[in-house]
């Protein structure tokens, strides 16, 4: 197959968690696993994604199949991720037909990868949203028996939910290697819910469909809302998006853990710019006074902030800010380092 390509999750922040590089979060070829509570930006973040594969050259021989099973992503795509993703992000097949059935995705998913192995055949970003509005076939039968009243008065039989969890760990290796092998890239989301029946010492969050999901992936993202985004209209304040925190819990690409925040605008959806000036301020490389006034001393600007990321975006100064993210995670990174002798060199 074609090279590994790197592809970039559309926010320097989310880059440098995911990568330690500000221009990419992925690399072809991987299955990569995103969870995240109700209304904490996942859909939207890795839609980035797919806006990024649109524009960058280096996949316009790539499918972008777009699994809806949840059908909550009713957002104007040409608007939020522009007209290019708006044009060929497609669902697994023509009508649309979206998964209903865990063994539903895993058949289009073989789908898509015999067609890529194909001459001339297409590699692809698959995007599944998500895991969780998967039905489990068993379960749906076992409903529909109990629905029937038993001649002998026994209970209908039933798979205790475990279904997915197991069809995930025979499947996922397989597809593994066939993303592998393809160069393709599988992203799958999952909602977090809260763990009832949780002891002590066990996580106040979980997720469904087994440890495969998590242990194949080659980075896990957990997303959740860091707080909301208003603005004073009317002498009230209005709730204009989110900030989105995404926290980084497995990471075979750099093998670190990283936490960012991300803001996301109902108005135009994620918002770069603005989370790194938010970065640097909060990591104080740029002060900020009590009237607002930002002293971004690396790009000679001193303005408030809705003005400075006006000027950073019309004065073409968007690659200076990134280098001084840059800058500034090198530090942090160096500062972090517990320095001792290597018993190998």
């Not at 909602?191 to 194949?216: C, H, S, W």
């Amino acid at each position: 197959m074609s090279d590994i390509l790197r592809l970039s999750s559309g926010s320097t922040l989310m880059n440098m968690a995911c990568s330690g590089h500000p221009d990419w979060a992925m690399v072809t070829g991987k299955y990569y696993w995103m969870a995240g509570s109700s209304s904490s930006g996942k859909t939207f973040l890795t839609l980035t994604f797919m806006a990024e594969a649109s524009i960058n050259p280096a996949f316009d021989g790539y499918d972008l199949i777009y699994d809806n099973v949840e059908d909550g992503a009713m957002m104007d795509f040409e608007r939020y991720f522009g007209p290019k993703a708006a044009a060929r992000i497609q669902p697994p097949k023509p009508g649309p037909v979206f998964s209903r059935y865990v063994a539903d995705f895993y058949h289009n998913l073989d789908d898509r990868i015999a067609a890529a192995r194909k001459k001339n055949g297409r590699p692809f970003i698959y995007l599944l949203d998500s895991m969780d509005s998967l039905d489990a076939e068993s379960t749906t039968k076992k409903f529909r028996a109990a629905k029937k009243p038993k001649a002998d008065g026994t209970a209908a039989a039933g798979d205790y939910g475990m279904e997915k969890a197991k069809m995930n760990s025979e499947r996922l290796r397989v597809a593994c290697a066939d993303l592998r092998d393809t160069n393709s890239i599988l992203i799958i989301l999952s909602q977090v819910r809260e763990n009832i029946n949780g002891g002590m010492f066990e996580p106040d969050e979980i997720t469904a469909g087994g440890r495969a999901l998590k242990f194949y992936a080659t980075w896990q993202l957990w997303s959740s809302v860091a707080r909301t985004l208003t603005k004073t209209i009317n002498g009230q304040d209005r709730q204009t998006g989110i900030v989105s925190r995404v926290k980084v819990k497995k990471n075979r690409l750099s093998g670190k853990e990283w936490s960012v925040e991300i803001p996301l605008y109902w108005s135009h959806g994620l918002d770069d710019v603005g989370g790194c000036v938010d970065f640097l301020i909060k990591e104080k490389c740029w002060k900020k006074n009590d009237d607002g006034i930002v002293f971004a001393t690396d790009l000679g600007l001193e303005c408030k902030r809705g003005e400075l990321i006006d000027k950073i975006e019309h004065g073409r100064l968007y690659n200076d800010l990134k280098e001084a993210v840059v800058r500034v995670w090198a530090d942090i990174e160096a500062q972090s380092q517990v320095h001792r002798q290597s018993k190998y060199h």
